[in-house]
């Protein structure tokens, strides 16, 4: 039984509010409890991806988006997270190989 997305749901919370390292912290821990299908791991990692850009962890951010498209191929950002100045970039150098 995989019992990561309380955890996931509680970092996209803290993400939202500002609190960058306890969205880290929770997000890492709901992947590492599990989560139940590869679009709901994929979600995991874009909003470590978001973190690890607004932070300044480029390279971080791009592996996190690299680990969001092997979760679920489908994987994909809405148009508003696409256009987002910060990680619009990161994203698209990762998929750009595609």
Excluded: M
């Amino acid at each position: 039984k995989k019992c990561g997305e309380p955890l996931l749901a509680a970092g996209f919370v803290q993400f939202q509010e500002g609190n960058n390292v306890q969205a880290e912290r929770l997000l890492r821990s709901s992947l590492a409890a599990g989560l139940a299908t590869g679009a709901i791991r994929a979600r995991a990692h874009k909003y470590l991806a978001f973190l690890y850009c607004i932070s300044n962890r480029t390279a971080q951010c791009r592996e996190e988006f690299g680990h969001a498209l092997r979760a679920d191929p489908a994987f994909s950002l809405t148009a508003a997270e696409a256009g987002h100045p910060t990680w619009g970039p990161a994203f698209r150098s990762v998929t750009q190989g595609r």
